[in-house]
């Protein structure tokens, strides 16, 4: 589970970013070939690598291994680098915020995933109609 974590945040922060795997790869002194392995999960990567990583990406280590409170499922969509089906206006984000502003995000997260789970319920049934 540690590794999924490790390769969604650092596709996450790529994306953010706006880097190659080729960029990252070169920047952390690691071969391209490992870090295609790393990403599709065939490789373990020691803690120097890691660091190295995180230098490269000039980001914290530890934020690297968060795995905050995201579901495995939408770990999933993003270690995949799919977005996912969010319709227009809706986009997902990650950051680093006081508890405050985490409880009103959290908040935010329920009533627009209901209003998504009640949307696709609603084009599920037009299209058995």
């Known amino acids: 589970m540690y590794n999924f974590i490790l390769i969604t945040n650092i596709l996450r922060i790529l994306d953010e970013k706006g880097m190659t795997k ?46 905050s409170d995201m579901e495995l499922a939408d770990l999933e969509v993003l270690a995949k680098r799919k977005p996912g089906k969010l319709p227009k206006g809706f986009v997902w984000k990650g950051g680093v915020l006081s508890e405050y502003e985490a409880y009103q995000v959290d908040q935010w997260d329920k009533k627009n995933r209901a209003f998504l789970t009640k949307e696709a319920k609603k084009a599920k049934t037009k299209s058995k109609q």
């Open 22 to 67: 080729s960029e990252l790869a070169k920047k952390a002194g690691v071969s391209i070939a490992f870090f295609t392995d790393l990403t599709n999960d065939k490789a373990n990567p020691s803690l120097r690598i890691i660091e190295a990583i995180a230098e490269a990406l000039e980001t914290p280590l530890p934020m690297l291994l968060d795995s």
